[in-house]
């Protein structure tokens, strides 16, 4: 599949927002869903939110509580998380996967190639 790579992440003070981009192999967006997951310190890794191949988008409400949104652009091969309103409870490293079609993307298990993550930090 290839390498998937974050960026937009940094340290910001609550209330502010930031997006992250996850750029992709070309062609991906178009074989597989992808998804953002985040994963802060002493907890498990979360889903945040999946973007399906064909469109169709999928968020963790408890997470994103309206403030995040997943987009993506097929001809810059790149996969978007926009997230307002950023409180300090999204602390975490952000991470971009991809699935493929069919699996169920609120799991991680169902990813099989992963980036490297990206530090997100958000002061009060």
């Known amino acids: 599949q290839g390498q998937l790579r974050e960026s937009g992440g940094g340290s910001v003070q609550a209330g502010n927002s930031l997006r992250l981009s996850c750029t992709a192999p070309?062609?991906?967006?178009?074989?597989?869903?992808m998804g953002w997951f985040r994963q802060a310190p002493g907890k498990e890794r979360e889903f945040v939110a999946a973007?399906?191949?064909?469109?169709?988008?999928?968020y963790n409400t408890d997470v994103v509580k309206g403030r995040f949104t997943i987009s993506k652009d097929n001809a810059k091969s790149t996969v978007y998380l926009q997230m307002n309103s950023l409180e300090p409870e999204d602390t975490a490293i952000y991470y971009c996967?991809?699935?493929?079609?069919?699996?169920?993307?609120?799991?991680?298990?169902?990813?099989?190639?992963w980036g490297q993550g990206t530090q997100v930090t958000v002061s009060s």
């Open positions: 973007i399906s191949r064909s469109g169709p988008s999928a």
């Open positions: 996967a991809a699935a493929q079609p069919g699996s169920p993307v609120r799991l991680a298990a169902s990813y099989s190639n």
């Open positions: 070309a062609r991906t967006l178009g074989w597989y869903n």
